[in-house]
């Protein structure tokens, strides 16, 4: 079965400082792995996904996540926080049916500090 | 412009009420989803719908059923509200593939008293 693993529920950093947030999967295929962001009383939007071609994955806000299936990992990086990023961050993979439900990582809260 | 619409951004309502969550999407998506959202829980899947009348069980049920009528609508029942049901309610929908995005509606938090 596939699964996800977000280390750190909550991520405190600096307004400028680098931003990481770390996502291991599990799965016995290769994965298709998303990453979405919940501003405070909205929904999940769509940061960026991996389906197989790029290991390096753009995604919008300058947000960016590499996908090392050495280390089953897709985590989630910016070089310089802004205050607006403050927000939940959820890494999903998606189970490979033609439904393609997404399981969701437990969510990483991110802080930004002035 | 995807949109994923809920009809209710909060809702309050009496422990033993039946509560109807509403979804409609406009994109023409096949597979729609309803999730709960608890904190240090993330997102777990109550219900899916991958065609009209077609719908199975995610990791939740149990309190839980819902209703796909028409392609573009996906509603959520709870058939006699308790108090643990308090929660936010995400609908989503998406293309057939595993690889496609979902979509998600802006929430629903529900109180139930």
């Known amino acids: 079965a596939q699964s996800v693993t977000q280390l750190g529920s909550h991520v405190s950093v600096s307004e400028g400082a680098l931003v990481l947030l770390r996502c291991n999967y599990s799965?016995?295929?290769?994965?298709?792995l998303f990453w979405y962001v919940q501003y405070p009383n909205q929904g999940l939007q769509l940061l960026l996904k991996?389906?197989?071609?790029?290991?390096l994955v753009k995604g919008i806000n300058g947000f960016e996540a590499e996908f090392k299936k050495s280390e089953t990992s897709f985590h989630l990086t910016k070089p310089s926080a802004h205050m607006s990023d403050a927000a939940e961050y959820f890494c999903?993979?998606?189970?490979?049916?033609?439904?393609?439900?997404?399981?969701f990582g437990q969510g990483t809260t991110l802080q930004v500090k002035p | 412009d995807v949109k994923v619409t809920q009809s209710s951004r909060y809702l309050v309502k009496r422990t033993g009420e039946k509560v109807f969550l509403e979804c409609v999407q406009d994109?023409?998506?096949?597979?729609m989803f309803w999730y709960r959202q608890d904190p240090g829980l993330g997102l777990r899947l109550i219900y899916f719908?991958?065609?009209?009348?077609?719908?199975e069980k995610g990791d939740i049920p149990e309190g839980y059923s819902v209703s796909r009528e028409k392609k573009e609508r996906f509603s959520l029942i709870l058939e006699s509200a308790s108090t643990n049901q308090t929660s936010m309610y995400l609908c989503?929908?998406?293309?057939?593939?595993?690889?496609?995005?979902?979509?998600f509606g802006a929430g629903t938090r529900l109180s139930v008293l």
């Open positions: 989503a929908s998406k293309v057939g593939g595993a690889k496609n995005i979902q979509y």
């Open positions: 799965s016995s295929v290769p994965p298709y």
């Open positions: 991996y389906t197989s071609a790029a290991t």
């Open positions: 999903a993979v998606s189970e490979s049916s033609n439904t393609g439900k997404l399981i």
């Open positions: 994109m023409d998506h096949e597979n």
């Open positions: 719908s991958y065609d009209v009348k077609m719908k």
